[in-house]
């Protein structure tokens, strides 16, 4: 079993890194937000899932072991494989997933493009109880500012992101802004869009 690759990166694509470990390359399929991130020539360390099948070897891999355990309990729900998995996981955060899963609400997976309503009532059903929603961790971001946080990520869902990388950029840019940012839509909006960058909006879409 592959549980790890650490090597560097040999090419990406929007759903797809290929990473170089001690002169092998290996073809790795990974959420959105990990192959946008990804630079070719630089260190990745990815945690994998490798999936068996009898005609294909396929390695799956995600940035932290809370991504890999998520994938893990996605392809135990009824009608999930793990393209559909990996869907999910590049558009929605783990905290994302096991609040929608707390709160019995299907309508976050239903948005993930390959899953249906009846699989995303069965992901809410057969992965309660297994996941738990994660208290945030304190932040720079004053409590005020948490909702023009949301307004942008919103907007950033709508220019066509994912909800798992307009969540993200838009706490990461938040974080880093002048407290005026903070209280202006529209700046912190133009402030993320510039961490963003086209070509990455363009890959982060669809």
């Known amino acids: 079993?592959?549980?790890?690759?650490?090597?560097?990166?040999?090419?990406?694509?929007?759903?797809?890194?290929?990473?170089?470990?001690?002169?092998?390359?290996?073809?790795?399929?990974?959420?959105?937000?990990?192959?946008?991130?990804?630079?070719?020539?630089?260190?990745?360390?990815?945690?994998?899932?490798?999936?068996?099948?009898?005609d294909a070897l396929s390695l799956f891999g995600f940035a932290d072991r809370g991504e890999l355990e998520i994938f893990t309990l996605l392809l135990s729900v009824t009608g999930v494989g793990p393209k559909s998995a990996l869907g999910v996981l590049s558009h929605l955060t783990v905290d994302q997933i096991?609040?929608?899963?707390?709160?019995?609400?299907?309508?976050?997976?239903?948005?993930?493009?390959?899953?249906?309503?009846?699989?995303?009532?069965?992901?809410?059903?057969?992965?309660?109880?297994?996941?738990?929603?994660?208290?945030?961790?304190?932040?720079?971001?004053?409590?005020?500012?948490?909702?023009?946080?949301s307004q942008v990520a919103a907007a950033l869902v709508g220019l066509g992101w994912s909800e798992k990388v307009a969540a993200e950029a838009a706490a990461q840019t938040a974080a880093d802004a002048t407290e005026a940012e903070r209280t202006s839509v529209a700046s912190l909006l133009r402030r993320t869009l510039a961490l963003l960058g086209p070509a990455q909006g363009g890959a982060a879409r669809g």
């Open 1 to 54: 079993m592959i549980s790890s690759l650490h090597g560097t990166v040999l090419h990406t694509t929007p759903d797809q890194v290929i990473i170089d470990v001690g002169g092998v390359g290996f073809s790795v399929a990974v959420p959105s937000d990990v192959a946008h991130t990804a630079a070719v020539g630089e260190k990745l360390l990815l945690h994998t899932s490798l999936i068996v099948r009898e």
């Open 98 to 149: 096991a609040e929608a899963v707390t709160a019995e609400d299907d309508a976050p997976f239903r948005r993930v493009s390959g899953i249906g309503p009846k699989t995303a009532k069965l992901i809410v059903v057969q992965l309660a109880g297994k996941v738990h929603a994660v208290a945030p961790a304190p932040t720079a971001v004053a409590a005020g500012s948490a909702d023009i946080v």
